[in-house]
């Protein structure tokens, strides 16, 4: 009796084709991605609102109340006080050398701030206990860029 061999030639050469059009493809996704360029803006929603829109290309800290602190009775904003003192839940997203980050939050898990900055346009950072998204579009797409796909 003989064993069959059942790794061939032909097995060998479509798995190295495999492997190389699976990293063409990776280079190819990687060099496409478009940068953010001047006119990239960082938007901010809060409880599903526009909370703030502000260009990347400038540095700036911004501290963003939880939708449950936006009310009539929440702290006045002090700017000599802390975040953690002005607001009960809230998040703390920089903006500094062209790429958003949430560098302080009031919820337990901190997934936000364990998050790697963002700085293409289509990355985000989302909290979900403090219902915060921080995105970055490009300037001209703003709403979201329109229609994905029209069926009739």
Known sequence: MTMK???????????????VIGLAASA???????DAGADAKVVIESGGDLYARYPLAEDRVIVVPAPKQIRADAPAADSNKPASEKYDYYNVVTISGGKVSVTEASCKNQVCVKHS???????SIVC?????????VSGGSEEGGGYDSVTS
């Open 117 to 123: 900055e963002i700085s293409h346009p289509g990355e």
């Open 128 to 136: 979900l206990p403090n219902r915060m998204v921080v995105r970055i």
């Open 28 to 34: 190819a996704l990687t060099l496409s991605r478009t």
């Open 5 to 19: 061999q059942y790794i061939r030639k032909a097995d060998i050469i479509l798995f190295i084709a495999l492997v």
